[in-house]
């Protein structure tokens, strides 16, 4: 059985895939047929209302885990631009499941990347008041994870939101 879904997800690769029927195993099937550059290129081909690569980060933002465990496979095959978006979701994902992304850290990225750098991009309502509000709701979430085996990356994480939030508010 397992072997039909790898052939019908393998030949799915040659037409083009639909936002709404990407699923994590679907993902991770095609990075196991393919290398990372060219599943996150085939992901990031249709921007607009369909855009695969924009239903990931939405995934990934919401701190769904099973799609954050994707985020090492898929690294490797980001451009600037895709890095940079796949970064900007994490820091959203902090609010909805720190552990998750504070997992990713150091092994993938550094705490200033998501946790400084991307809190200064995250979705705000109000320049000043939206970013703050937000990096106060990330520095609650973070601070709350008491894991021993995340507790270099959670404190790493803390100050660089710290000084975002000093940056927000000069």
């Known amino acids: 059985m397992r072997s039909l879904t790898v052939v019908t997800i393998l030949a799915g690769l040659t037409s083009p895939i639909l ?38 980060l939405t995934h990934m933002r919401a701190g769904e885990q099973d799609w ?32 998750g992304v504070l997992g990713l850290i150091p092994e993938r990225y550094s705490a200033s990347a998501i946790c400084r750098d991307g809190a200064s991009a995250a979705p705000v309502t109000a320049p000043v008041t939206g ?18 085996a995340l507790m270099p990356a959670r404190n790493a994480c803390i100050q660089a939101l710290g000084a975002a939030r000093i940056a927000a508010l000069i």
């Open 68 to 99: 954050l465990d994707l985020v090492p496979l898929l690294a490797p095959g980001t451009d600037a631009g895709t890095a940079d978006a796949l970064r900007m979701a994490l820091s959203q994902a902090l609010t909805h499941n720190p552990a």
């Open 19 to 56: 936002a709404a029927d990407l699923t994590p195993d679907m993902l991770q099937a095609m990075l196991a047929a393919q290398d990372a550059a060219t599943v996150v290129q085939s992901l990031d081909n249709r921007p607009g209302a369909d855009d695969p690569w924009a239903q990931v």
């Open 131 to 148: 970013a703050v509000d937000f990096i106060d709701d990330a520095l609650v979430a973070v601070a709350a994870i008491l894991d021993p």
